[in-house]
């Protein structure tokens, strides 16, 4: 019984520690620049959107609410992405960087049947051979492929995260091709 | 006046509460974050993990040898509503299987736990005769479909396409439960390295939860009651010779929101097609994961 009150005083002092503290602390104190770092970081996705993998350059990434589409004036878009340059520690067993293109179309709001995809493309753009549906939202995503002592590797699939914070999924790029051409 | 319990808390809302509780709960929502980190990984098209154990090392990568593939042994657990149909109370025409019984099984993924807690709420009605365990209709409906061997198919495929890896199928060996993890050490000195462990453990639909509830992620559910097909996978390689478990990841594999009538269309069509995306995508994903991807520290958003 005595332990158990113990354990209220201590819970109890420590809510009254840090809820009314009696000196002021300044907000460079890690008490609160530890939570508000942290704070910023895992909220952020809901207002910039990150990506990881390659970067894309068209269809460009929507600058905030990842997981909107980006509407473009063609069925036939001619993706591109910024080329990869193989981290200085690779590039001794690195040779020649290739890119994948994968287009898949959305099926109620979800990635759904792989539509488009190419392998090893030599140039980091890639102009669509097979017309797309108009007005049809499509997921669209890049990576590199490289040789590594002789071994196939490749990057994660590149793509764009909204939050941070809890199990969401991550995205892949989205666009809508236009009503009518 | 009653003594407080804690006489310094005041109820007063200054700025400089509201502002610590920002922090604290910015605190919580990251430690919330780094548990996360510790889930399933998300399966292609849904490209990247949240953190999770490391992807294999190079050097162990360049000496898996000769690997055994092998699927679990028994089906995937089937959360269906509960009680679920006895098998006494089949009906005639899922006897022997048929679209009929699938459709009856989709019924009962559909009315799972979340749809009988929800009913359990609103209605004493709720049938309380528990004698027939609820997943055993389900695994005799569902076992047409040989969701396993269907996945280790798909695997093998993936694997001869995509890598120069030499595999054989161990259509015999395999974890014989959900949480069953077999060491090889039997097949010791039978010409294997490693094996590659792929186990289907849950089959299940799913509400819509938390931020699917909001917009802009409303607009994609259907209106009235949805569910989606969630399909978990252990993967698991493990070094034959060591008995040591070298790699452990779950992959877990989703579909989209449809109501139950949609599910049900043209026999079924979009929840086989469903299950036939998942292991296309579950494949893809767990070859890439043990044998492609390079291992590049997550640094901003740039590799």
């Known amino acids: 019984m005595k332990n158990r009150k113990g354990k209220k005083e201590i819970i109890g002092s420590v809510l009254t520690a840090f809820l009314r503290p009696k000196k002021v602390v300044s907000l460079k104190s890690p008490v609160f620049f530890v939570p508000l770092v942290i704070l910023l970081h895992t909220t952020s996705g809901c207002f910039f959107a990150h990506y990881y993998g390659l970067e894309p350059l068209y269809p460009p990434m929507p600058t905030s609410n990842a997981g909107r589409a980006r509407a473009i004036n063609s069925l036939t878009p001619t993706f591109s992405w910024k080329p990869w340059d193989p981290p200085q520690k690779l590039t001794h067993g690195t040779q020649e960087v290739t890119y994948d293109l994968l287009v898949l179309i959305e099926d109620k709001g979800w990635p759904g049947e792989v539509i488009y995809e190419r392998k090893a493309l030599s140039s980091p753009s890639h102009t669509i051979e097979v017309p797309l549906n108009p007005a049809t939202t499509y997921y669209w995503s890049v990576r590199a492929r490289f040789s590594l002592h002789g071994k196939t590797r490749v990057t994660h699939w590149s793509g764009q995260e909204a939050f941070l914070l809890s199990s969401h999924p991550s995205f892949l790029f989205k666009f809508k091709t236009p009503n009518d051409i | ?303």
């Open chain 2, 1 to 303: 006046m009653p003594r407080r319990k804690f006489p310094n808390l005041s109820t007063r809302c200054s700025c400089q509460t509201l502002l610590r509780a920002v922090l604290m709960t910015g605190l919580l929502v990251g430690v919330v974050g780094c548990v996360n980190g510790k889930l399933p990984v998300y399966v292609f098209p849904l490209p990247q993990s949240f953190g999770g154990p490391p992807l294999l090392d190079e050097d162990i990568r360049n000496n898996l040898g000769r690997i055994g593939l092998v699927t679990g042994q028994a089906p995937p657990h089937i959360e269906a509503a509960s009680p679920g149909i006895r098998i006494a109370d089949i009906p005639p025409a899922c006897r022997p299987w048929s679209t009929a019984c699938l459709l009856l099984a989709i019924d009962q993924l559909y009315n799972s736990e979340y749809q009988a807690r929800e009913l359990s709420i609103f209605s004493d009605n709720t049938p309380q005769d528990h004698s027939q365990p609820p997943s055993e209709f389900m695994q005799v409906a569902l076992a047409p479909l040989g969701m396993q061997a269907t996945l280790r198919d798909h695997l093998e495929g993936e694997i001869r396409q995509q890598t120069d890896m030499a595999v054989v199928t161990l259509k015999e060996e395999g974890p014989k439960g959900k949480d069953d993890k077999p060491t090889f050490s039997h097949i010791r000195g039978k010409g294997l390295n490693t094996i590659l462990e792929v186990n289907i453990q849950t089959l299940k639909m799913h509400p819509p939860l938390g931020f699917y509830q909001r917009k802009p992620w409303k607009s994609i559910l259907p209106p009235g009651p949805a569910r989606n097909v969630r399909v978990d996978v252990r993967t698991r390689v493990v070094d034959v010779d060591k008995g040591e478990e070298l790699f452990f990841r779950k992959f877990s594999c989703f579909s989209p929101f449809r109501s139950r009538q949609e599910w049900g269309v043209t026999d079924a069509e979009p929840f086989l097609s469903s299950l036939n995306l998942c292991y296309q995508h579950l494949s893809k994903k767990i070859v890439e994961e043990i044998f492609l991807i390079y291992a590049f520290p997550k640094a901003g958003g740039q590799i």
